[in-house]
T-cell receptor, first 114, second 115 residues
Framework: GNSVTQMEGPVTLSEEAFLTINCTYTATGYPSLFWYVQYPGEGLQLLLK?????DKGSNKGFEATYRKETTSFHLEKGSVQVSDSAVYFC?????????????FGKGITLSVRP | NAGVMQNPRHLVRRRGQEARLRCSPM?????VYWYRQLPEEGLKFMVYLQKENIIDESGMPKERFSAEFPKEGPSILRIQQVVRGDSAAYFC?????????????FGPGTRLTVT
């Protein structure tokens, strides 16, 4: 079956530090890959996505590259801000036909200190 | 354009009662997904519906849980005879179309507590 594995957390960084959050996946076929962010008390928001191998998704200074050879989609940001403190989820959609249900990793909590 | 609406945001039920969770998708979206988030866990898919049809309910427990998305009105996730293990955050997502490339937009969730 499909699965997503994220690195263990939580992660605490100082403002302006470099961020990497690892994500690997197992899927049949050719999945689309996503990073979602969840702020306290809120629902998930799509941060970025990539739909085929070697695609790079980017948004708000965050980037992730779809690596088919290593089945990975690691999230990076060059300089984090306090406002980036949230829970980050890696997810995939490997739909058969019309069903694009998402398979999520466990999520990782990021705390950024001023 | 309003986002995905869920209500109530918080719901407390005693064991054995019924819980009814509502989800109004974004305007123009006819595809609805329900996910459950247990404490310290990621979201788990429960059910996928299009208007008046259940497409995939493979993630939903066979007993006590049901979902619907009528022609008019919100999608409803219904949990009968709730137990403590049902305590979780339930998220609804909607999309305009189907297929793996189409973004799902999430609601704020309903946090169910069973006492």
């Amino acid at each position: 079956g499909n699965s997503v594995t994220q690195m263990e957390g939580p992660v605490t960084l100082s403002e302006e530090a470099f961020l990497t959050i690892n994500c690997t996946y197992t899927a049949t076929g050719y999945p689309s890959l996503f990073w979602y962010v969840q702020y306290p008390g809120e629902g998930l928001q799509l941060l970025l996505k990539a739909t085929k191998a070697d695609d790079k998704g980017s948004n708000k200074g965050f980037e992730a590259t779809y690596r088919k050879e290593t089945t990975s989609f690691h999230l990076e940001k060059g300089s984090v801000q306090v406002s980036d403190s949230a829970v980050y989820f890696c997810a995939l959609s490997a739909s058969s036909g019309a069903n694009s249900k998402l398979t999520f990793g466990k999520g990782i909590t990021l705390s950024v200190r001023p | 354009n309003a986002g995905v609406m869920q209500n109530p945001r918080h719901l407390v039920r005693r064991r054995g009662q019924e819980a009814r969770l509502r989800c109004s998708p974004m305007k123009g979206h006819s595809h609805v997904y329900w996910y459950r988030q247990l404490p310290e866990e990621g979201l788990k898919f429960m059910v996928y519906l299009q208007k008046e049809n259940i497409i995939d309910e493979s993630g939903m427990p066979k007993e006590r849980f049901s979902a619907e998305f009528p022609k008019e009105g919100p999608s409803i996730l219904r949990i009968q005879q709730v137990v403590r293990g049902d305590s979780a955050a339930y998220f609804c997502a909607s999309s305009r179309s189907s297929g793996r490339d189409h973004e799902q937009y999430f609601g704020p969730g309903t946090r169910l507590t069973v006492t």
